[in-house]
């Protein structure tokens, strides 16, 4: 299963899986810059915090509501254009299956019941490949998800080191 991600291919779910640990952790280490650099300012400014310090701190709050309310808003539309799609695969690979294993069942000569067979591992296939689309697009919510937040958060640690 191939699909285009920032310009690459990827071929396996663990390599999206990584993309999206090692997006984590370049958010994790710009959080925790721009956390270092902020209780430093607070400590200097200590009871008169200048204007800018002022207005940093007033920042602070500001973005941490609203880069939430972009992830959840990204997450929110990834669901609704993911969801109606696998729950329709679900149900359709559940009839097919139900109906494999019944013709399977009521087969009267080796030969219906070995193309029967053939036909239920067909669909025991879709559906094993239909687990693996909701592991990509379980992936790609948590990617829509954690995009704001680790723009914000490199954005910060860039802005904040150069102060």
């Known amino acids: 299963m191939a699909y285009?991600?920032?310009?690459?291919?990827?071929?396996?779910?663990?390599?999206?899986?990584?993309?999206?640990a090692d997006k984590t952790g370049e958010m994790m280490v710009a959080s925790a810059?721009?956390?270092?650099?902020?209780?430093?300012?607070m400590a200097i400014a200590g009871t008169t915090?200048?204007?800018?310090?002022?207005?940093?701190?007033?920042?602070m709050g500001e973005e941490k509501l609203e880069v939430m309310a972009e992830s959840m808003q990204a997450m929110a539309l990834q669901m609704m254009t993911v969801n109606p799609m696998l729950g329709l695969r679900a149900f359709e690979l559940m009839m097919k299956s139900s109906t494999a294993m019944l013709?399977?069942?009521?087969?009267?000569?080796?030969?219906?019941?070995?193309?029967?067979?053939?036909?239920?591992?067909?669909?025991?296939?879709?559906?094993?490949?239909?687990?693996?689309?909701?592991?990509?697009?379980a992936m790609e919510i948590a990617h829509h998800g954690l995009e704001p937040i680790h723009t914000r958060a490199t954005f910060n640690a860039k802005r904040l080191s150069k102060i």
């Open 4 to 20: 285009v991600r920032n310009g690459s291919y990827v071929f396996n779910p663990f390599f999206s899986w990584s993309e999206l």
């Open 33 to 41: 810059q721009v956390i270092q650099h902020r209780t430093g300012m």
């Open 49 to 59: 915090p200048s204007l800018n310090v002022q207005h940093e701190f007033r920042l």
């Open 103 to 137: 013709l399977l069942v009521t087969s009267t000569t080796l030969s219906q019941s070995l193309n029967q067979q053939a036909k239920l591992a067909k669909v025991l296939t879709e559906s094993a490949n239909a687990n693996s689309e909701l592991s990509q697009s």
